[in-house]
């Protein structure tokens, strides 16, 4: 059974437009991670989440980038103002502490046209 | 900086067969953590199997196993009695004990031959 759901699976959106990515874990965890992933490329490290806070991100990472926890369930990652090169497979990872596996999600794919 | 090497972009198994995919990195830290995640058509990352690395034993998860080589920085996966399941595409990560972020290798496309 998965640790996590996200939504949409597949989203596509203009150049410009705000974008969220939702993921819901299905058990409690205290780590929470995006990765991306642009299509024949290697899975990147975008962010993690720790606390209600932001304990490390990239490069990627940029200030067009934000994640919060609304509810305090629901994890989500916002890209403001889309890119072409936003375009790829966005996992969203729970985890249960240092040094444990990650448990990504199923992914949404993200087209920015 | 950590780095995570796939030299074999493809690889190809017969069913039944047993194939190794290859996958080094490079950290100065003696305390980490190494992962296979596997990635089928549908894209979902799958992990694997684990391995910590103070633990010498090689980590095996049924027909998967690992030879894991700390000294030299090599963290293989074998497959044994490959299935056309195991068509995907299998990436290496390395998590370091203090860090929070997965470091991944460029992936190796393993097609299984009926």
């Known amino acids: 059974e998965p640790e996590v759901t996200q939504t949409p699976s597949h989203q596509v959106t203009q150049m410009g437009q705000e974008v969220i990515l939702r993921c819901v874990p299905i058990?409690?965890?205290?780590?929470f991670y995006w990765y991306r992933q642009i299509l024949g490329q290697k899975v990147e490290f975008l962010v993690s989440f720790y606390n209600n806070e932001i304990s490390e991100k990239s490069e990627i990472f940029d200030d067009q980038f934000s994640v919060e926890r609304p509810d305090g369930s629901n994890f989500t990652l916002k890209i403001r103002s889309t890119k072409l090169e936003d375009s790829a497979m966005y996992f969203c990872?729970?985890?249960?502490?240092?040094?444990?596996?990650?448990?990504f999600g199923q992914g949404t794919r993200l087209t920015v046209v | 900086a950590q780095t995570v090497t796939q030299s074999q972009p493809e690889m190809s198994v017969q069913e039944a067969e047993t194939v190794t995919l290859s996958c080094t990195y490079d950290t100065s830290e003696s305390d980490y953590y190494l992962f296979w995640y596997k990635q089928p058509p549908s894209r979902q990352m799958i992990l694997v199997i684990r391995q910590e690395a103070y633990k010498q034993q090689n980590a095996t998860e049924n027909r998967f196993s690992v030879n894991f080589q700390k000294a030299a920085k090599s963290f293989s996966l074998k497959i044994s009695d490959s299935q056309l399941g195991d068509a995907a595409m299998y990436f290496c990560?390395?998590?370091?004990?203090?860090?929070?972020?997965?470091?991944f290798g460029t992936g190796t496309s393993l097609t299984v031959i009926p």
């Open positions: 058990s409690n965890h205290l780590y």
């Open positions: 990560a390395y998590r370091p004990q203090r860090g929070n972020q997965f470091y």
């Open positions: 990872a729970p985890g249960r502490g240092r040094g444990t596996e990650a448990f």
